[in-house]
């Protein structure tokens, strides 16, 4: 008898957002949790698992095989997106990862990305440069979630190739837009609340200790800016 995979709250939302028949590329697999998951679940068509060090690779090909998916999983040695082949992959999922690094996964391996669909990115911190890459790519962010497990929030972005902004034209607009999430800054759930008043309370921390150090004019232009994004984080979090 197979076994049946389980995943978290945050991994289960990222699969609800590959669609049906995809050739999914999980980068980052950790065990190939979500190309299992999703393979048992009808989702996928076929899974690549990449991971970038052995250790990661040989828990994520045992996870394949204990489930039987040896046929449909293909558990990948390389560095991010170097793991596929031009158009191989319909869909790509990136988790776990800062929004930095997603960006320079990204940003490395654009030759792999001409048959991907959708890209289904779920960054601890950091969502703003995750962000910033899609619109700068021809990326549209069609969809955003945020959820709450275990005392911590993540952030998941879904984004397909297109043209439409859903971004403000005004630029300060649009930098806070990229900050907390065009979606979510308008929907503004509880977990959102959560993590931008826990943002704005290490900015106050920060700011704390600036005080606290020889006021020069760089020093003092540094607090002015973080006072008005710690206020910023205040106002979305009410």
């Known amino acids: ?8 709250r945050r991994l289960k939302q990222v699969v609800d957002y590959i669609p ?6 999980d980068i980052g697999s950790d065990h190939a949790y979500v190309p299992c998951y999703a393979f048992q679940q009808g989702i996928i068509s076929k899974g690549i698992a990449g991971e970038v060090n052995v250790g990661p690779m040989e828990a994520a090909r045992a996870q394949v095989d204990l489930i039987g998916a040896g046929d449909a999983i293909d558990v990948r040695l390389g560095d991010g997106l170097a793991v596929l082949q ?9 988790c776990g990862m800062g929004g930095s690094l997603i960006r ?3 940003e490395a391996g654009q030759d792999k990305l001409g048959a991907v669909e959708r890209l289904v990115l779920q960054p601890n911190v950091d969502g703003q440069h995750v962000r910033s890459w899609l619109l700068e790519h021809g990326y549209v962010l069609v969809e955003e979630a945020i959820v709450e497990e275990n005392d911590k929030v993540y952030e998941i972005l879904v984004g397909e190739k297109g ?3 859903i971004y403000s034209d005004e630029s300060d607009e649009r930098m806070w837009q990229l900050l907390f999430g065009p979606y979510l800054v308008q929907e503004r759930p509880e977990a959102f609340k959560l993590k931008w008043s826990r943002e704005a309370d290490k900015l106050d921390y920060v700011l704390g200790q600036m005080a606290a150090g020889i006021q020069s ?3 003092i232009q540094k607090q002015v800016e973080f006072k008005r994004m710690r206020d910023k984080m205040r106002e979305v979090s009410q």
């Open 86 to 94: 031009p158009n191989e992959a319909t869909c790509i999922s990136i």
């Open 217 to 219: 004019e760089a020093l």
């Open 20 to 25: 049906k028949g995809s050739v999914l590329a």
């Open 104 to 106: 320079s996964i990204l």
């Open 163 to 165: 043209t439409e902004s």
């Open 1 to 8: 008898m197979q076994e049946r995979v389980m995943l978290d």
